[in-house]
């Protein structure tokens, strides 16, 4: 058990400075080619911070643990809205722009609603899956939202001016390997090693 724990804490620190060493390179290389901030902000960084959650939930799926996969989503996004938030509000009190107030909020709301619906088969007799179909679905609701952001940076782009580190090609693209390499490894350490440590403790029965 101990050296599972030590190796679930080695992934996870493999994940975030591989996510972090990705990031950092493909914005880099991005800049090199005189790519917007807008879009390195949308594309590379945004999905460079879930890349960990992306990698995670590949490796679980591959592996047939499903659980895992909504276990992962759900507590991330509880654990993002109660914990994160409480902290930063115990801090210091947060400004809330309107937009995000009658926007943002609701737009999330309506994705849980969404998750809701397709796990549920409520509108068909089949099983409760999240099918191909439904990931196509989510997937355009997902760039729908690109879009919205998109329109909203481009309408205020003058806050939006994002700093990149000055790297030579070879230290860009030995950054972007290194990091997709941690976050390839941290993955599967992972999942291998919480499924070890819920099968010790009982909480996953044997395959």
């Known amino acids: 058990m101990y050296l599972e724990i030590l190796l679930l804490i080695v992934g996870f620190a493999f994940l975030i400075k591989g996510a972090d060493w990705m ?15 807008l879009a390195i902000g949308l594309t590379i960084v945004a999905f460079g911070t879930s890349a960990p959650e992306l990698v995670v939930n590949a490796f679980a799926n591959f592996n ?8 992962n989503i759900i507590g ?18 947060l400004i809330v722009q309107s937009s995000t107030v009658w ?3 609701p737009l999330s709301l309506f994705a849980v609603i969404v998750l809701y619906f397709l796990t549920n088969e409520i509108l068909s007799d089949g099983p409760e899956v999240l ?8 997937l355009i609701l997902f760039l729908s939202f690109l879009y919205y952001v998109f329109l909203q940076f481009k309408n205020d782009p003058a806050h939006h001016k ?17 990091g ?3 976050l390839v490894a941290g ?7 919480a499924v070890s440590m819920a099968k010790a403790m009982g909480s996953v029965k044997l395959s």
Not at 76 to 93: T, V
């Open 131 to 138: 099918g191909r179909m439904d990931g196509v679905i989510l």
């Open 180 to 182: 997709l390499t941690g």
């Open 103 to 105: 926007k943002e909020i």
């Open 64 to 71: 047939g643990h499903q659980d895992i996969i909504f276990g």
């Open 23 to 37: 990031v950092d390179g493909a914005s880099a290389l991005a800049k090199k080619y005189k790519i917007s901030d």
């Open 162 to 178: 994002l700093e990149t580190k000055p790297f030579t090609t070879g230290k860009i693209w030995l950054f972007i390997i290194i």
């Open 76 to 93: 991330s996004n509880n654990f993002n809205l109660f914990a994160i938030l409480g902290i930063a509000g115990l801090i210091s009190p």
């Open 187 to 193: 993955g599967n350490l992972v999942v291998t090693n």
